[in-house]
């Protein structure tokens, strides 16, 4: 059973617009998210992350929403560069388990030109 | 230099050989972990460590086992590998007391079990 889903496997943007990245979970004991970005060959690397007790949390072109009641998170990047392309996987943790992060499958961003 | 180390980046054994993951830090972090992740699915803890005497399995130990030599570093073995243990494997780290649950992952040793 998949408790972190990222419906979309990939997407596709503009140079310039705005990115959004999905993340929906099922595990209503989690209450810290976070955001990975992973480029080929490489680790995922830490991008940004946000507690339950916040809706919002933002860092440069970074931007993370949480809507607990629809148990929905985005990423939104903006604007959206050529090196914003990667894989980004959105990962939780549980209150009584926060050493243990669970990751969603990843979206692939391309941005175009 | 990079914090978290991997060797091999790269492994093609044959089934029933034991392998041996090595994953180095100098971060100075307490807590380090093994993932693996296969083609379109996240990342899947295998096993994590708090510190030197303490390992925990995760969600799909089976067929691997660890060791924690030191602080600074953390294997994984393969005792006989098998084809559907071909992934890439990632190694992690964080601290516990940094108020986040964010961790460092390593570039990933690719293995391919024929």
């Known amino acids: 059973d998949q408790q972190v889903k990222q419906n979309s496997p990939s997407l596709s943007v503009q140079e310039g617009r705005i990115s959004i990245l999905n993340c929906d979970y099922t595990?209503?004991?989690?209450?810290?998210f976070l955001w990975y970005k992973k480029y080929p060959a490489e680790g995922p690397t830490f991008l940004i992350s946000i507690s339950s007790i916040k809706d919002k949390n933002e860092d440069g072109r970074f931007t993370v929403f949480l809507n607990k009641s629809a148990k929905h998170l985005s990423l939104h990047i903006v604007p959206s560069q050529p090196g914003d392309s990667a894989v980004y996987f959105c990962a939780a943790s549980a209150w009584d388990n926060t050493d243990k992060l669970i990751f969603g499958t990843g979206t692939r961003l391309q941005v175009f030109p | 230099d990079a914090d978290v180390t991997q060797t091999p980046r790269n492994r093609i054994t044959k089934t029933g050989k034991r392998i041996m993951l090595e994953c180095s830090q100098t971060?100075?972090?307490?807590?380090m972990y093994w993932y693996r992740q296969d083609p379109g699915l996240g990342l899947q803890l295998i096993y994590y460590?708090?510190?030197?005497?303490?390992?925990n399995k995760g969600e799909i130990s089976d067929g691997y086992s660890v060791s924690r030599q030191a602080q600074a570093k953390f294997s994984l073995s393969l005792e006989s590998a098998i084809p559907n243990q071909t992934a890439l494997y990632f190694c992690?780290?964080?601290?516990?007391?940094?108020?986040?649950?964010?961790?460092?992952f390593g570039p990933g040793t690719r293995l391919t079990v024929l």
């Open positions: 595990n209503s004991m989690f209450d810290y």
């Open positions: 971060k100075g972090h307490d807590r």
């Open positions: 460590s708090f510190d030197v005497k303490d390992i």
């Open positions: 992690a780290t964080s601290q516990q007391g940094l108020g986040t649950d964010t961790q460092y």
